[in-house]
RNA sequence: GCCGCCGUAGCUCAGGGGUAGAGCGCACCAUUGGUAAUGGUGAGGCCGUAAGUUCGAUUCUUACCGGCGGCACCA
């Protein structure tokens, strides 16, 4: 007898073992059509899967996320197929589910090429239409690597090779294709459907290493139903609207050109934006008990070769020879620079702990695929402090630091933040002893701020382990933001000290901070966040003021140098075109508020408030227009 | 850096071995219109750069530069 519970608590009682799909079956024939797979104790499992002993038992469908991701699985092994019909010489790698979708990493002499996803893409339908059975089987290791060896499948046999030899290796065919997989799988390749398409062609090293061969990989998209697949490619269309390069453009925040690849040419309205995040920061800064400092752009190599960073950090270091022979590097980091501030006179101890804030602008040599709009980009201003304190401050400064950032996250509506913690990494520099205690230091913060983390074994700072601070932009991909850093061997290896109590000199501990992270990547999150639509204390302009005929023309005037006077970032657009097409204009160009001035507000003292995107207007006299505007422009400095 | 794709007017894009076209934008003229496109006229291009093939290249080939999508790398 086997029993199993359903997720509503009730039982279903069967004489010996049963599969998921005759369960479903006996429960109704809707069910059994969109069922997927099953859930077996927690465990996502085949629909086919002879269950023997009593089990908490689910039937996942297309409205449940691991269906969906069996579903997406299961359109990798059917694309893989399709390509095997296709093009026989290629051989098939890995091919997993994806957040939306699935990919396969092919190896094939020639590039597939755009029409080529046209052909894969009808041949996965009919291999759908031909509803093959997927079965699963369990091989002996030795005879599914023979198998994938005769079949010229030499990157399969690798990775059976690589599986543990306590694991069973599991083979699923569905018609002529077998294919490696751990599973689950749907019972057969109808269940896919039609809800999919092949999305894009991309390279990608085998195993995920840059010194291994590159193959090609195919991207694709499945949902459990049309519906679903539609809203999927809306959505991406959304996000290609509120891309952060299209929208620069658009309200003329910037651009790039070719003769400073990777560095940005800010345009007046950008710029404004980039400085008022500069002056926010600015004030919490203050606050917070930082003073600001600035250093040289280019400094001599003799310095980046103290502090290891010729060593350590070269290959991303622009250098520069001047006539005399000497070399100079353009600074890639601004902790030598602030240490060398730090060293100008003597440090007691009274005063530390030191906060010294740089709105830094560094220059670093990034690989040129990585260059991505404003978000990645080879010159760039970092909202940088260095923090020197004494190893007994060193735990409350990181617990500070984690606060202010939060709070400071919160102030443009990212309540969403990652951190991750990165520790040690292969190149770096200092003892392990030295490591071992900045870890232990920066965890500890981590785990009395009770902000969840994650980890990110080998992937911190040469000079210390860090903490990341990571959001998510509109189109879903992660930007690490922010960054803590505690360091004992930049002030070993630059010599820094502070006088102790005793009078004796004591090296001090360094923190890098840095909240934004980069100005011009959080101005690039902002800009996709807010979709252009800036907050009035962001927006580069925060009025137009405009007319319906030029009857108005001089009373506008007035209106624009009163909001002049009242420190509002205005415009004045006394075209001649007609009021439709001006406030088109506008709001193409994401202006918040749009003051229309005709004779009747010329004649009343008045001005007709239109907010972006509004559907009316607000008729409101001069002066309460302009106390609202001036409230709203202070922003998140309100209360100061 | 690696793989693939792309580079034509300020923007979006069409075209194609005989030195180019649209819409929007811009300028000028007419129009003075109450909340997301008024009409007309006109100016704008060394067709990314360099070499090669050719009688002739913006078009074909190659290299380089830059961009886009991934990978790898990272704030």
Known sequence: MVTLTLPDGSKREYEGP????????????????????????????????????????????????????????????????????????????????????????????????????????????????????????????????????????????????????????????????????????????????????????AGAYWRGDSKNEMLQRIYGTAWADKKQLKAYLHMLEEAEKRDHRRLAREMDLFHFQEEAPGAVFWHAKGWT????????????????????????????????????????????????????????????????????????????????????????????????????????????????????????????????????????????????????????????????????VLETALRGALDKSAYPYSYNPGEGAFYGPKLEFVLRDAIGRDWQCGTLQVDMNLPERLDVHYIDEAGEKVRPVMLHRALFGSLERFTGILIEHYAGRMPLWLAPVQAVVTTITSDADAYAEEVFAALKSAGIRAELDVRNEKINYKIRDHSHKKVPIILVVGKREADEGKVAMRRLGGKDQEILALKESIDILCAEAKGPLAGN
């Not at 599969?19 to 797979?37: E, H, R, S, W, Y």
């Not at 069973?168 to 751990?182: A, H």
């Not at 760039?380 to 939060?406: K, P, R, Y």
């Open 18 to 201: 049963v599969t998921g799909a005759q369960v479903a079956a006996d429960i109704g024939p809707g069910l059994a059509k969109a069922a997927l797979a099953v859930k077996i104790n927690g465990e996502v499992c085949d629909l086919t899967l002879p269950i023997s002993e009593d089990s908490a038992f689910a039937i996942l469908t297309g409205k449940d996320e691991e269906a969906l991701d069996v579903l997406r699985h299961d359109a990798a092994h059917i694309m893989a197929e399709a390509v095997k019909e296709l093009y026989p010489e290629t051989q098939v790698t890995i091919g997993p589910s994806i957040e939306n979708g699935f990919y396969y990493d092919f190896a094939r002499p020639e590039a597939f090429v755009p029409e080529d996803l046209e052909k894969i893409e009808k041949r996965m339908h009919e291999i759908v239409q031909r509803n093959e059975e997927i079965v699963r089987e369990v091989w002996t290791r030795s005879d599914a690597i023979n198998f994938f060896k005769e079949q010229g499948e030499h990157y399969k046999a690798q990775i059976i090779e690589s599986i543990p030899e306590d694991q069973d290796i599991t083979l699923y065919r569905q018609g002529d294709f077998i294919d490696l997989c751990r599973g689950p799988h749907l019972p057969s390749t109808g269940k896919l459907g039609k809800s999919f398409k092949l999305m894009k062609l």
């Open 273 to 436: 934006m980039f400085q008022n995040l500069i002056n926010y920061m600015r004030k919490r800064q203050d606050d917070a008990g930082y003073v600001e400092i600035s250093t040289p752009t280019v400094m001599d190599r003799g310095l980046w070769e103290a502090s290891g960073h010729w060593e350590n950090f070269r290959e991303n270091m622009f250098t520069t020879k001047t006539e005399d022979d000497r070399v100079f590097a353009l600074k890639p980091m601004n902790c030598p620079g602030g240490i060398l501030v730090y060293k100008q006179g003597m440090t007691s101890y009274k005063d530390l702990p030191r906060r010294i804030a740089e709105f830094g602008k560094v220059n670093r040599y990034e690989p040129s695929g990585a260059l991505h709009g404003i978000m990645r980009v080879r010159e760039f201003t970092q909202d940088d402090a260095h923090i020197f304190c004494t190893t007994d401050q060193l735990q409350e400064e990181c617990e500070t630091i984690i606060a202010l950032v939060m709070d400071i996250y919160k102030d443009f509506g990212f309540e969403d933040v990652r951190i991750k913690f990165a520790d040690r990494p292969e190149k770096r520099l200092g003892t392990n002893a030295v490591w071992d």
